[in-house]
């Protein structure tokens, strides 16, 4: 089976040679013809993957506690901006803004809502499960387009979706690894003649194996460096949240999503959503050289257990009935939990801020005797 995009790329590489990794990532999704996100509705049960603000409205609420206390703790500006980068259908937001209506009205006045989204099918759903606040929201194609001030910031699942570059170790040192066409036609991988920074590896390359791989994302290093700049202009703080590891290291972890099942990345361009791991590491670093203040990297499940999920959980299963409870349970243990399709350990979450402001969970984190800088002490 090919898809329309595969003979696209098939077509550029018969006349032009293979194309690096990065380029097949970015075709894959933003190709204006047969791109994964231009064409498709990724979200949910009948897309390809279902995201934690739509596993459970208690995901958004818990990120929404964690702003009022950020705000808060910026000395509560009386104007300022909350942006989201990538907010799918607008769920998250939904949640986020109901916890801050109810917890700190003066909050929810003092702000302007901003949604950083390039397509517009996506914008018209948004608009519609916002509709209630619409009159504070504006939309903008890129993170630019919001304006001066104090700024608080959500991304979840964002960095995985920005393409990387890939290096194989071959007899000759890391060169980049390409996509290409095999003896019948089907693309394949193969090795480039461009090498790497030996300084951008992320270890001593002498005891890794043939064939090892090494991930390198410039683009995504330079959306956080745009971020860190725009809080140290204008004060504030930003949260990510995305599947990935805390320290950094050697592997291959290209992965495609088809009707929510692992498919073999160069198996279905264009009709299948295609990610790689977030090294919280270099993220953190960035914001480090910044001027920012790292509050810490942990696990999913420890700051939602830490901003409170299973008491609110408990306190919104209290009077429904039993499979409504069961419901509940089972949507926090996939949020927070641990295990083999569970989001609690493989997501990470990144805090930073302008100034050194205290943060629960991060607070917590730091006081444990075995926590170093706010991060786990494993993967």
């Not at 160069?266 to 919280?280: I, K, N, R, Y």
């Not at 050289?289 to 942990?298: A, C, E």
Request: glycine share 10%; net charge negative; aromatic share 8%.
């Amino acid at each position: 089976m090919t898809t329309p995009l595969a003979e696209k790329i098939r077509t550029f590489i018969r006349a032009n040679g293979p194309i690096s990794v990065t380029d097949y990532f970015a075709l894959c999704l933003a190709d204006p013809e047969h791109g994964y996100y231009k064409t498709r509705e990724p979200f949910g049960a009948a897309g390809d993957f279902t995201t934690a603000p739509e596993i459970s409205q208690l995901f958004g609420e818990m990120v929404g506690i964690f702003l009022v206390q950020a705000w808060t703790a910026h000395g509560a500006p009386s104007e300022f901006h909350l942006a989201e980068i990538g907010p799918g259908r607008g769920t998250m937001m939904a949640d986020i803004l109901r916890v801050i209506k109810k917890l700190s009205p003066d909050m929810f006045e003092a702000a302007q809502i901003h949604l950083i989204e390039t397509s517009e099918r996506l914008r018209k759903v948004q608009a519609q499960t916002l509709v209630a606040d619409k009159w504070k929201i504006s939309w903008h194609d890129g993170f630019d387009g919001v304006p001066e001030g104090p700024l608080f910031v959500v991304a979840n699942e964002l960095f995985d979706a920005i393409p990387i570059r890939q290096f194989v170790k071959t007899p000759t040192g890391f060169r980049e690894r390409m996509v290409g066409l095999d003896a019948d036609d089907n693309l394949t991988f193969a090795v480039g003649m461009a090498g790497v920074d030996p300084g951008l590896l992320p270890g001593p390359p002498g005891h890794q194996p043939m064939g090892a791989i090494a991930e390198f994302a410039p683009a995504r290093l330079a959306v956080m460096q745009a971020l860190c700049q725009r809080l140290l202009e204008g004060g504030g703080s930003a949260l990510i949240v995305d599947y990935g590891h805390v320290a950094s290291g050697y592997g291959d972890t290209l992965q495609a999503i088809r009707a929510h099942q692992f498919d073999p990345p160069l198996a279905h361009p264009g009709e299948a959503d295609l990610t790689s791991h977030v090294d919280f590491e270099a993220l953190a670093r960035i914001a480090h050289l910044s001027g920012l203040h790292v509050n810490g990297v942990m696990h999913q499940g420890d700051f939602l257990a830490g901003l409170g999920i299973y008491e609110r959980a408990e306190a919104l299963s209290r009077g429904k009935e039993s499979l409504a409870a069961e419901e509940i349970a089972i949507a926090v243990d996939r949020l927070a939990g641990a295990g083999a399709g569970k989001m609690g350990e493989l997501f990470k979450v990144l805090a930073v801020s302008s100034s050194h402001v205290e943060l629960e969970p991060f607070i917590a984190r730091r006081s444990q005797p075995d926590a170093e800088a706010g991060a786990p002490t494993d993967d």
